[in-house]
């Protein structure tokens, strides 16, 4: 069974740190580029930062550049999120994507939920 199930959300204080982690399971994430989302209620969903299939190219949203990092670990299926210096604004529902590059696919995860408190 194909599923992406992300971790490490929660209440944390402005100014705080926190760690996602993205693990796949029934598929082999490191032939799937690898993005985090975020989505509060009535907003579209946002990119917030993505990672090529072999890790040497990133990208981010200009609202979380130089504070979040992505990376991923592809002997361990898994991706990553740290998240540095945060603000209330960055509180949101925290989603994990995997797309194809060879073909129209992508996989979601369930979500976690962080809450930076002011």
């Known amino acids: 069974q194909v599923q992406l199930v992300e971790s490490g959300g929660g209440l944390v204080q402005a100014g705080g740190s926190l760690r996602l982690s993205c693990a796949a399971s029934?598929?082999?994430?490191?032939?799937?580029?690898m993005s985090w989302y975020r989505q509060t209620p009535g907003k579209e969903r946002e990119l917030v930062a993505s990672?090529?299939?072999?890790?040497?190219?990133?990208d981010y949203a200009d609202s979380v550049k130089g504070r979040f990092t992505i990376s991923r670990d592809n002997a361990k299926n898994t991706g990553y999120l740290q998240m540095n210096s945060l603000k209330p604004d960055d509180t949101a529902v925290y989603y994990c994507?995997?797309?194809?590059?060879?073909?129209?696919?992508?996989?979601w995860g369930q979500g976690t939920q962080v809450t930076v408190s002011s």
């Open positions: 994507n995997a797309k194809s590059p060879f073909r129209p696919a992508d996989y």
């Open positions: 990672i090529s299939i072999s890790g040497a190219t990133t």
């Open positions: 029934g598929f082999t994430l490191s032939t799937w580029i």
